[in-house]
């Protein structure tokens, strides 16, 4: 439903220049989030997706800039064009950790060492809930009580170099979560950590979903996370979204070859040991000097003529989108 889309990206495109070269890094990207569910972007590394959550919270690096393209935040005062604030504004400072938080790979790359994990929380809290330092700390005890850190009164007076890993991800997922963002954007937030901790995170992630309805946009190179939490999914390829939809129904009927490829790569749980992975073949090119065309035309085993011009976007059903010249042959050889 149109009023459940809380985050929209129309056309984006985000280039990086280096040495008079340009990296088209995301040309032309469309998508929306929507209240209370999850939207995974997926892709090996280099494929945008990290650059589409930077462009989103406007901390893209120096010698990069969003040169086309809207990025809408639907909050309760109305609509705000997030790709006109200015990077460090007044406006953007409010919006980024009040209204959408963000949780990346590295904790350490949102928690300072030089403060106490209350002190961070607290900090947020005042500054975005208006909150006195008394109930800030008592609120900070209960997010890390809530995110299921032992002895909460006292670890909230620790350092972050005092927390193991997992423990550290988690305090950084209640700083995000402090002021009860209304999207949280989750850049691999789990790709340091165990597989235990990692689905311990991910139960978090959702339970928080459901009781705030949270919108979250995760960034993962992972399939079987994808499966896992994922409501819908964009699967991101050179700077494109080459198929997107309801997470069930692309991964039951992948129609671009990238997708299926990716698919093929990884063993699904409860197929037992046998299974015939194949790795998908070479590598993606050259940023600098991409191929005209459909640029998976290098690894693409249903390559035609066709494919040297860009395919356009079509609908496969309802809201399953593909982007490839023979998509119908790829959905057909999956049956
Ligand atoms: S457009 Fe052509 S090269 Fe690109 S994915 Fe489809 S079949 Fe492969």
């Known amino acids: 439903m149109e009023n459940d889309v809380v985050l929209r990206v129309k056309d984006l495109k ?4 280096t040495n008079e070269r340009c990296n088209k890094a995301i040309n032309g990207v469309s998508f929306e989030v929507k209240k209370g569910k999850t939207l995974s972007i997926v892709g090996e590394s280099g494929c945008g997706k990290s650059v589409t959550a930077s462009s989103i919270m406007q901390l893209l690096p120096d010698l990069s800039r969003i040169e086309e393209g809207e990025i809408t935040y639907f909050g309760e005062q109305g609509e705000v064009r997030i790709d006109k ?13 009040g209204d959408i938080a963000m949780i990346f790979q590295d904790p350490m790359t949102a928690l300072n060492p030089v403060y106490t994990i209350g002190f961070q929380i607290r900090e947020n809290l005042q500054n975005h809930m208006k909150m006195n330092k008394k109930q800030a700390h008592k609120r900070a005890v209960e997010l890390l009580s809530l995110m299921g850190i032992p002895n909460p009164e006292q670890r909230v007076n620790e350092y972050p170099h005092q927390f193991s890993g997992g423990m550290r991800q988690r305090a950084m997922i209640a700083m995000a979560m402090s002021c009860n963002p209304k999207v949280l954007i989750a850049d691999e937030p789990t790709t340091a950590l165990d597989v235990t901790i990692q ?9 928080l979903k459901e009781e705030f309805n949270t919108a979250i946009l995760l960034i993962t190179h992972d399939m079987g996370v994808v499966n896992e939490v994922s409501d819908d999914m964009a699967v991101m390829y050179m700077g494109n979204m080459v198929e997107s939809g309801g997470t069930k129904e692309v991964l039951k009927n992948p129609c671009h070859p990238y997708t299926k490829a990716l698919l093929e790569s990884i063993p699904i ?12 073949k070479g590598s993606t090119p050259d940023p600098y000097q991409r191929p005209v065309g459909c640029q998976f035309k290098d690894r693409c085993n249903y390559r035609s003529e066709k494919c040297e011009e860009m395919p356009p976007e079509e609908i496969v059903q309802g809201e399953h989108m593909v982007r490839c010249w023979h998509w119908k042959e790829v959905l057909e050889d999956g049956k």
Not at 14 to 17: L, N
Not at 85 to 97: E, F, V, Y
Not at 199 to 207: N, P, S, T
């Open 269 to 280: 749980l409860g197929k037992g040991r046998n299974q015939n992975l194949e790795p998908i």
């Open 199 to 207: 689905a311990q995170i991910f139960e978090l992630m959702m339970k």
């Open 85 to 97: 604030l200015k990077k460090n504004g007044k406006d953007m400072r409010k919006l980024r950790g």
């Open 14 to 17: 985000t280039f990086f220049y």
